[in-house]
């Protein structure tokens, strides 16, 4: 691995750190970070009352370039992996789940976008 892409992959572990304090101070708890599945990586798994969220984490210098952050390749593969997620947990069956974006930009609070986009 380049040193370009170690630093790279050190600051999005910092911002999915930064993202899931932030969801803590929301009232979220962690299911699971940086969670591996067969199909896709989900940043991070959270849950609030009946509700399952499955965060992507989005670094950028500002809120300007939102627009873009997950595209649909991506969406398609996140709502795959948390099909798979749900199928592997059999006591997650009749949960809410819905697709969220967090926002890590330098020196502001994160911006979280609840139900981003719809499987």
Request: proline share 7%.
């Amino acid at each position: 691995m380049t040193e370009k892409r170690r630093r790279a992959r050190r600051a999005g572990l910092r911002a999915e750190a930064v993202a899931a304090w932030y969801l803590r101070c929301k009232g979220y708890g962690i299911e699971a970070q940086n969670l591996r599945t067969p199909l896709g990586e989900i940043d991070i798994v959270a849950r609030r009352g009946g509700t399952l969220a499955i965060v992507e984490v989005k670094r950028r210098p500002d809120a300007g370039e939102l627009g873009s952050a997950v595209p649909p390749a991506q969406q398609r593969r996140l709502v795959n992996a948390a099909n798979w997620l749900l199928s592997a947990r059999p006591g997650l069956a009749g949960i809410t789940v819905r697709f969220d974006v967090v926002l890590v930009t330098p020196r502001r609070l994160p911006l979280h976008l609840p139900n981003a986009w719809q499987a």
